[in-house]
């Protein structure tokens, strides 16, 4: 037998299909919460957590590609640690 107890009500659910990420973190940043995803296309997706329609903010490029990823509040900056692959490691 399985017993569910509900913890939390939550009033909705928003659902996005993205690419799956080779890291991520969160932010607070003024009363906004922000999501980082690094993808494997060698980028950084930025998107807005406190819009339910989970809206992209920006888009940026890394070197490589991006295995950590961390959020610095005092200095307001994220840092990755990235590493170099070879052209061809995802096409098989």
């Given amino acids: 037998?399985?017993?569910v107890?509900?913890?939390h009500n939550f009033l909705g659910q928003s659902v996005a299909q993205i690419d799956e990420p080779t890291?991520?973190?969160?932010a607070n940043e003024s009363a906004n919460e922000l999501l980082?995803?690094?993808l494997r296309?060698?980028?950084?997706?930025?998107y807005l957590l406190n819009n339910?329609?989970?809206k992209?903010?920006?888009?940026f490029p890394t070197v490589d590609l991006a295995e950590y990823i961390l959020h610095c509040a005092k200095?307001?900056?994220i840092a990755t640690m990235e590493a170099k692959t070879h052209p061809y490691a995802y096409a098989l």
Avoid: Q, S
């Fill in 1 to 3: 037998m399985v017993r």
């Fill in 5 to 7: 107890i509900p913890v």
């Fill in 23 to 26: 890291a991520f973190c969160t």
């Fill in 36 to 38: 980082f995803l690094a």
């Fill in 41 to 46: 296309t060698h980028c950084i997706e930025v």
């Fill in 52 to 54: 339910p329609d989970l």
């Fill in 56 to 59: 992209r903010l920006t888009t």
């Fill in 75 to 77: 200095g307001e900056y």
